[in-house]
């Protein structure tokens, strides 16, 4: 979250395992032993949302002038006195600690980012110091490439490198990187180069920061390409906090690409997934820009996350009501989907200003439990429709359900137990209100208003889903149009129908329904990115579901749509009109309807 100049204009955009019924991306492990930094995610404070927002007397010294030590400070108690009690240790400050407030860059004579006098008059060790004391971990910002500013026409000496220079670090072109273009590309073919890095690790851990950001990272931020890989820089910087011997999480922003998930996974401890969540606007954050982005963006990740590494959603701006610019119902539905997805848990809000609504949402233990245990993240159990259910099956036998109302007026909300993989009863809790709802049968449904959620965990009683499996690739199918069969390694019958775009079908003949019914099916696919599909049953109307992404065309996904069947035979047909649909693996189809 830094640019030289206006921020919104520089930032324009960035495994299945089955079980009895129920589909879920599993967590990688970071390393082959429990890891030190990020076993679970982190919880905290970044102080970009506010520096970033046009709400009245945030910014009163110019754009981005809220970061201040003295902000810090008071943001540093308000953690301690409010939050820290719930699990919230961090103090993150963001870009602009070095710069003055007309965003001027100031270095020593290393070249190495140096505390803006005006800003942080006591310097960055200090102000680690005053957030250690009240027993919190401080976090600090860098870019990634050697900042222009820092050149100095080549000729400034790096740290404990004898006879290296900013020239000896990068290419003699000078081409630019990260995603504002605000360094130099440093070459690491080049010896010095890892001697750069190593100063600038030794320079924040002899502070006693215990979290880096290191921003505008690529492939990702809004860039692409050679000029823009990043991946030796945070390999670079893996290599120097290890040699730091200070347990330092090392986080990576921003719209990562996902085709380098692994090289994430084996240097970083999290990764955004996404653009930046503030508006730049009036208020701190919006429904619209880009809150809302993260139910579309976020599944395509799930299976990336786990101890050592988690998908970083950014920040959680649900505290301050106004100021936040969101209804109640989204506050709890932003909050809904950080928790499941498992993504750190850090506000951007002032929290000196925590209304009452908002520290309810912020402190409480069960939802806040979600986000810190031991279960996978939740992924939709349903299309990425207006609707959707998220879910996750807990260690205990348990499930996390979530549903969500994307829409912008009221809708109901079912939650089918054939899609988790049980049938019969379950006892339902509320964890927003702490409530025990009792049991139901079969499903819950909810009545949410527009942008809404519920938070439940569901206690299973029932027996498992038993289904009867269609592969896609069945030669009693019927294709028509360019669909036609693929290999895919990664698919049940290492087989699936593709190229299921304009006017492509796939019918899949003689789906056997023991009597009439709506029928959840289970329908596994591959699709690099989100793409809808019109599903029919006996050519009655179709209806369009979008699908998520899986990430990549490598990987399935599944999710549960209700189909209509009669008794005895069926076609169940998949149409991409007149655009592009999922491939399709196979659809599972309960024995008993719904």
């Not at 100063?199 to 492939?219: N, R, T």
């Not at 990562?256 to 508006?279: F, M, P, Q």
Request: glycine share 10%.
């Amino acid at each position: 979250m830094y640019s030289l100049t206006p921020v919104r204009a520089l930032r324009a955009m960035v495994v299945l395992a089955l079980t009895a019924g129920f589909a879920t991306h599993l967590p990688t492990a970071h390393a082959d032993t429990a890891p030190t930094v990020a076993a679970k995610p982190y919880m905290g404070w970044s102080s970009w949302s506010m520096q970033s927002s046009k709400y009245p007397g945030l910014n009163p010294d110019g754009d981005y002038s809220y970061l201040t030590e003295a902000n810090v400070n008071k943001q540093t108690d308000a953690l301690a006195g409010k939050l820290k009690q719930y699990g919230y240790d961090h103090v993150n400050i963001d870009a602009g600690w070095w710069m003055d407030k007309t965003w001027k860059s100031g270095f020593d004579e290393y070249g190495r980012q140096k505390a803006d006098p005006v800003r942080f008059p006591s310097g960055m060790k200090a102000v680690a110091d005053r957030i250690h004391s009240k027993g919190l971990k401080a976090g600090i910002y860098l870019p990634a490439g050697l900042e222009k500013g820092a050149y100095g026409d080549g000729k400034t000496p790096i740290w404990n490198a004898d006879g290296c220079t900013t020239a000896d670090i990068v290419y003699s072109d000078l081409r630019t990187t990260n995603g504002w273009d605000s360094a130099y590309k440093i070459d690491f073919s080049r010896p010095c180069a890892q001697k750069y890095i190593d100063s600038q690790a030794q320079l924040i851990a002899g502070w006693g920061y215990d979290f880096l950001k290191l921003d505008g990272v690529g492939p990702g931020s809004g860039k692409s390409g050679d000029q823009y890989d990043n991946v030796a820089d945070v390999a670079a910087w893996n290599k120097a906090i290890t040699a730091t011997g200070r347990p330092i999480h090392l986080e990576l922003s921003w719209s990562l690409d996902y085709g380098h998930a692994a090289d994430w996974k084996k240097y970083s401890n999290g990764w955004r997934i996404d653009t930046d969540v503030e508006c730049y606007c009036n208020t701190l954050v919006s429904w619209e820009n880009s809150v809302d982005d993260r139910w579309d963006d976020a599944p395509a990740w799930t299976g990336q996350a786990g101890p050592g590494g988690w998908n970083d959603l950014d920040s959680l701006d649900v505290g301050n009501g106004k100021m936040d610019g969101l209804t109640k119902a989204e506050r709890q539905s932003y909050a809904t989907l950080w928790a499941v997805a498992k993504s750190p848990l850090f506000t951007g809000d002032d929290l000196t200003q925590l209304d009452d609504y908002g520290l309810s949402l912020l402190t409480n233990r069960e939802v806040i439990a979600v986000d810190q245990s031991d279960a996978p993240p939740a992924r939709p159990v349903t299309p990425s429709d207006a609707q959707q259910v998220w879910a996750a099956k807990n260690p205990n036998g348990t499930y996390t359900v979530a549903l969500f109302n994307l829409a912008s007026a009221p809708a109901a909300v079912s939650a089918n137990w054939t899609t988790l993989g049980f049938t019969g009863k379950a006892d339902v809790r509320d964890l927003w209100n702490h409530e025990d709802l009792g049991s139901f049968t079969n499903k819950v449904t909810e009545a949410l208003p527009a942008h809404g959620s519920r938070l439940f965990t569901v206690t299973p009683h029932g027996s498992a889903v038993t289904s009867t499996a269609y592969e896609a690739e069945a030669t009693t199918n019927t294709l028509s149009g360019n669909a036609n069969i693929a290999d895919c390694s990664a698919c049940s019958g290492a087989h699936k129908v593709g190229n299921l775009y304009l006017g492509g079908k796939l019918t899949i003949n003689n789906v056997v329904a023991a009597k009439a019914g709506t029928y959840q099916v289970k329908i596994a696919y591959v699709s690099g990115d989100s793409r809808s599909v019109a599903i029919s049953s006996n050519g009655n109307g179709a209806i369009s579901h979008k699908f998520p992404s899986t990430g990549d065309w490598g990987t399935v996904g599944t999710v549960s749509v209700p189909v209509t069947l009669k008794a005895g035979a069926n076609t169940i047909t998949f149409d991409s009109g007149s655009s592009y649909a999922p491939d399709i693996d196979r659809i599972d189809v309960p024995k008993s309807s719904s």
